[in-house]
């Protein structure tokens, strides 16, 4: 028999101290008799670390007692998405246009959260179409250029290119059926 607690009430903390505190307060408990459940996570791989432009995975068992890092952390597990690599105003030219496949291209901002929103998407669609159509991002703060010469006035814009000729645009967070019927008509 195990209890479940339904409410409580904490006290708050304010910045004027207060010489007694209120008890907490259990508005009441129930009890619960059913059957335990087991849940199994996926298994934890290790922690993915970015520095400096390379990424390594780190290992943690019980042996080694600790894991030194450098750079920023990312948990994450067997299904995460790829990342899509960065295309700059310097290797435009060799990865998008002289590209032998059709090249899908994101436009978008760090700042933007529909374009938060259709990354994942995106990592979806590159993953499905891998060796097909090969995926980039394009950050128009950063490049601004790029945005520039092919009319970006609205992120996230997604391009499609084919032998060098923009085939297609679709601008906003649309749903992926939406991506995948403009995809399928240049591959």
């Known amino acids: 028999m195990a209890a479940v607690l339904e409410s409580l009430a904490v006290p708050r903390s304010s910045a004027v101290s207060v010489p007694t505190l209120a008890p907490v307060a259990i508005s009441s408990v129930s009890t619960f008799s059913g059957p335990r459940k087991s849940v199994k996570f996926p298994e934890f791989k290790g922690l993915k670390i970015k520095s400096s432009g390379s990424i390594r995975i780190c290992k943690l068992s019980s042996s080694s007692g600790s894991v030194r890092r450098a750079g920023r ?23 998008v246009l002289d590209a032998d496949t059709a090249v899908l291209v994101e436009f978008w901002a760090p700042w933007c959260g529909p374009c938060r929103m259709i990354h994942p998407v995106i990592d979806e669609l590159a993953k499905q179409y891998a060796g097909k159509l090969k995926c980039f ?47 399928e008509k240049f591959l």
């Not at 952390?73 to 990865?95: D, I």
């Not at 394009?138 to 000729?165: C, H, L, Q, W």
């Open 73 to 95: 952390v990312v948990c994450e597990s067997p299904e995460a998405a790829v990342e899509l690599p960065s295309v700059s105003e310097g290797t435009w030219q060799s990865l």
């Open 137 to 183: 991002k394009v950050n128009t703060d950063e490049s601004p250029s790029i945005a520039t010469r092919y009319g970006i006035r609205s992120i996230p814009t997604v391009m499609i290119f084919k032998k060098g000729e923009k085939k297609d645009a679709i601008i906003g967070a649309v749903p992926k059926s939406t991506l995948t019927t403009s995809i």
